[in-house]
């Protein structure tokens, strides 16, 4: 009786992908065009019995490949657009089988930089894209119009939510949402929060469904506060001072640095050179990331100007991409990785007085990039606590540009939300929406439901 059991309930738990001789792999290709490269990943998992697995993704290939798209609309040479292409989707056929090849989906996803392009230039290039997609002698793979988009900066946020929680194997583990992972990324010209909110979410909900379960998340992306476009805007704004000087003073970048700047509206150019004055840059922060006053600020509470955002509540974030490159070069990290915000803002203040030989020879840091840990220092503690509200003290935050050994990005989390919905058109099922009160009540069906087996096995 006992091994009837077990039997039994290995064929219900063991998926049938497990079971060797009848593996069945699937692909999907997902070109990431960026602002300064484009990536070609190519993806494989294994089938699913139920929209309620867990998808297991592997990524077999990462690619860069030069320039970026965008260069070729920028450079009037939309005709060169198809070979650049073809060359990603050339490659890509190597790594999948033949006969998978038009059951495999593919994906153009361009982000950031993309965001900033002239609206004509950002519909050609789509055309440009889609057209060359779309012609099967040229693309095998199985294309939809759809699947070739720029992606805004909450989905940008809401994948690298999708990706950060996947590798901590949030997904699938039962675990409550206040244990799921918040995400805090930043790229050159956006930066972006996105969380599970404890409480009610009043706007910028943004629902996605994972291996069975709906997440109703809070997502937003700030435009124009990414690392590169923030300091465009310090230059902008002390250039508007005084639009007479040839240079400019800026006190977030290190003394004997310089840069230039060049006018949008005038299209002057005058040099910047760096202040190391890290109050002066704290108080230009400061500035842009005020909030709205309160009878502005309405969903409240807001965060940077009249935008709504709940709190953060007790749950723990990851900081990624940009924000991990100042915090690792002032070597403000343990190995816990873990964010001491205080810290890195003394630290911060600190390095940002050296001048660039001293700061390059004391912390070990391209010149570079120097310039811009003393600003990123001093940015990341402002936009946290300021803005995003947490706490000063807070223990909550973690930086990291890998978890495990797989790089944290956006583009794993846009394959599974990209493969659950095509697999969700095709299984249909219900799922439960999990929010605070509706995870316990299907928990606690769950924990019955055991209960019950177990005393049908044990009074056999
Ligand atoms: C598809 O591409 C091939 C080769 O690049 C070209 O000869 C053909 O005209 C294209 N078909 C369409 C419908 O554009
Ligand atoms: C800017 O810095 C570079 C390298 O430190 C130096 O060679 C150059 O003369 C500087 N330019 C100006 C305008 O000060
Ligand atoms: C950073 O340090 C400055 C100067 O000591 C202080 O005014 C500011 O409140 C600090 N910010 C944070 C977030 O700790
Ligand atoms: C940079 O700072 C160091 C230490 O304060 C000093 O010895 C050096 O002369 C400075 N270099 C320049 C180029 O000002
Ligand atoms: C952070 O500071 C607050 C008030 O200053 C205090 O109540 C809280 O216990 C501190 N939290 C941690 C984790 O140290």
Redesign the pocket.
């Given at each position: 009786m006992g091994t009837f059991v077990l039997v039994l309930w290995s064929m219900i738990t063991i998926p049938s992908y497990a079971i060797g001789s009848i593996a069945h792999w699937r692909y999907g290709v997902l070109l990431d065009a960026g602002s300064s490269s484009s990536k070609l990943k190519v993806y494989k998992w294994p089938q699913r019995s139920s929209t309620s697995e867990v998808l297991k993704l592997e990524l077999i290939l990462n690619e860069k490949f030069r320039p970026s798209i965008s260069k070729y609309v920028e450079n009037g040479q939309l005709d060169q657009l198809p070979s650049y292409l073809a060359k990603m989707v050339n490659r890509a056929k190597t790594l999948v089988p033949s006969n998978l090849h038009k059951k495999s989906p593919i994906f153009l996803m361009a982000t950031a930089g993309l965001r900033v392009l002239s609206t004509q230039h950002a519909r050609s290039l789509m055309e440009a894209a889609r057209s060359f997609l779309a012609n099967k002698s040229n693309n095998p793979f199985e294309y939809s119009p759809q699947g070739v988009r720029i992606i805004s900066g909450e989905e940008e946020g809401v994948y690298a939510w999708i990706s950060t929680n996947y590798l901590m194997n949030y997904f699938g583990s039962n675990k409550a949402p206040s244990q799921a992972y918040g995400i805090l990324e930043m790229g050159g010209g956006s930066t972006q929060i996105v969380f599970l909110p404890d409480g009610p979410l009043l706007a910028n909900m943004f629902r996605v469904r994972i291996a069975g379960a709906i997440y109703s998340l809070y997502a937003h992306s700030y435009l124009f506060y990414g690392q590169d476009l923030m300091t465009l805007r310090i230059n902008r704004y002390l250039y508007d001072q005084d639009q007479n000087v040839k240079e400019i003073v800026n006190p977030c970048m290190l003394i004997g640095d310089n840069s230039t700047y060049t006018d949008e509206d005038t299209a002057v150019t005058v040099i910047v050179r760096g202040g190391g004055n890290?109050?002066l840059c704290?108080t230009l922060l400061e500035y842009f990331l005020q909030s709205a006053d309160k009878d502005m600020c309405y969903p409240k509470p807001c965060a940077i100007g009249q935008t709504y955002q709940p709190p953060v509540g007790t749950d723990i974030f990851y900081a990624i991409s940009a924000f991990y490159y100042a915090p690792n070069a002032l070597k403000v990290l343990g190995n816990s990785k873990r964010l001491r915000?205080?810290y890195l803002?003394?630290t911060a203040?600190t390095y940002c007085r050296k001048n660039l030989s001293q700061a390059v020879i004391d912390n070990d840091v391209s010149p570079q990039y120097a310039s811009g840990y003393c600003m990123m220092g001093?940015y990341i503690?402002?936009l946290?606590?300021?803005a995003y509200g947490f706490p000063?003290n807070t223990t909550k935050i973690y930086i990291a540009d890998k978890i495990g050994n797989q790089a944290v990005d956006w583009a794993m989390g846009a394959m599974l939300y990209e493969i659950e919905s095509i697999d969700n058109s095709v299984f249909i099922n219900t799922c439960p929406e999990v929010s605070r009160s509706s995870e316990h009540r299907s928990r606690t069906v769950i924990v019955i439901i055991s209960i019950f087996i177990t005393n049908i096995l044990v009074t056999r």
């Open positions: 890290p109050s704290l915000i205080e803002n003394e203040h001093l503690p402002t946290i606590t300021s000063k």
